[in-house]
């Protein structure tokens, strides 16, 4: 059974960089078949995608925080990690990891899917 | 703001059939699959619905999706106890970025 299970500091202070890590057990990020995803939920709001990447290092990123966003992947050690630069409070937030499925359209296309399974989440406060 | 819009509530007693709408644009919805997670109390997003109205094995076939336009709703019949949670909608926008409802809390009376 696949299992996402995310580490890193609960405290960032203010212009400083968030960094998470993410590993994964029960399966290989090497698979041609998934992305790995972050997405965050601040407390008591809903949730905002991140950014995906390929086990290839392919990635996408959400264009609102592309310019402070680095997400990596690590195959030797099945992880993936993320990089958020120049934090705020608004950045203040529960941080998941999840599987990110790949489907082919009708025309051909390579798109992504759902996100499953999650891993249960990090709570990282930004503050001094 | 969320770019998809969720009600922020809704409610039901057991075993009645409820549904949560999802609206969105032509840029997400309209032309793209919805999907939508659910969110127990104190626990991490869970996949339920997956490309409109497919269900992941294990989802009892009480939860459903559908789509027309650029909304989209989910229906849960035979409302139980334990689906109390919040409910979110996602989509992929054109835009390049997914996108997701700002949720629904889902109360059982």
């Known amino acids: 059974q696949l299992q996402l299970q995310e580490s890193g500091p609960g405290l960032v202070k203010p212009s400083e960089t968030l960094s998470l890590t993410c590993t994964v057990s029960?399966?290989?990020?090497?698979?041609?078949?998934?992305?790995w995803g972050w997405i965050r939920q601040p407390p008591g709001k809903g949730l905002e995608w991140i950014g995906s990447?390929?086990?290839?290092?392919?990635?996408y990123y959400n264009p609102s925080l592309k310019s402070r966003v680095t997400i990596s992947v690590d195959t030797s050690k099945n992880q993936f990690s993320l990089k958020l630069s120049s934090v705020t409070a608004a950045d203040t937030a529960v941080y998941y990891c999840?599987?990110?499925?790949?489907?082919?359209?009708?025309?051909?296309?390579?798109?992504?899917?759902?996100?499953?399974?999650w891993g249960q989440g990090t709570l990282v406060t930004v503050s001094s | 703001q969320s770019v998809l819009t969720q009600p922020p509530s809704a409610s039901g007693t057991p075993g009645q059939r409820v549904t949560i709408s999802c609206s969105g644009s032509s840029s997400n919805i309209g032309s793209n699959y919805v999907y939508w997670y659910q969110q127990l109390p104190g626990t991490a997003p869970k996949l339920l619905i997956y490309r409109n109205n497919q269900r992941p094995s294990g989802v009892p076939d009480r939860f459903s999706g559908s789509k027309s336009g650029t909304s989209a709703s989910l229906a849960i019949s035979g409302l139980r106890s334990e689906d109390e949670a919040d409910y979110y909608c996602?989509?992929?926008?054109?835009?390049?970025?997914?996108?997701f409802g700002g949720g629904t809390k889902l109360t059982v009376l």
């Open positions: 029960g399966g290989s990020i090497s698979s041609s078949s998934y992305y």
């Open positions: 990447i390929y086990y290839s290092g392919s990635t």
């Open positions: 999840a599987r990110h499925g790949i489907m082919i359209t009708f025309g051909g296309v390579i798109a992504l899917d759902w996100f499953d399974p």
């Open positions: 996602a989509a992929w926008d054109d835009s390049l970025s997914w996108v």
